[in-house]
């Protein structure tokens, strides 16, 4: 059983900053791609940000030059440094992690967190 646990959100004004941290725990060979999505209230799930296993990233435009997300391989952690934050970032925001429990697992697994709230005030 694999697990992603999210922290960091919260309330902030426009033009702050936060990081979220996003930890992946349990039963893990190997984790590809992991990323960062969004839901903002009475809109659908959206993608923010993510960055595969040899570092390549990739941004939704909206973010583009305000967001940042970084890995520590190591630790299996995802982090989304948020930078000149706009209240339409207002959102729950979810982790997400595509990896394989065992070496001869034939498929990638997705798992997804439990998500953290970041509420930007105007």
């Known amino acids: 059983q694999v697990q992603l646990v999210e922290s960091g959100g919260g309330l902030v004004q426009a033009g702050g900053s936060l990081r979220l941290s996003c930890a992946a725990s349990g039963s893990i060979f190997s984790i590809n791609r992991m990323g960062w999505y969004r839901q903002a209230p009475g809109k659908q799930r959206e993608l923010v940000a993510t960055?595969?296993?040899?570092?390549?990233?990739n941004y939704a435009d909206s973010v583009k030059g305000r967001f940042t997300i970084s890995r520590d391989y190591a630790k299996n952690t995802v982090y989304l440094r948020m930078n000149s934050l706009k209240s339409e970032d207002t959102a729950v925001y979810y982790c997400?992690?595509?990896?394989?429990?065992?070496?001869?697992?034939?498929?990638?697994?997705?798992?997804w967190g439990q998500g953290t709230l970041v509420t930007v005030s105007s």
């Open positions: 997400n992690a595509g990896f394989k429990p065992e070496q001869r697992s034939p498929v990638y697994l997705e798992v």
């Open positions: 960055i595969t296993s040899s570092g390549s990233t």
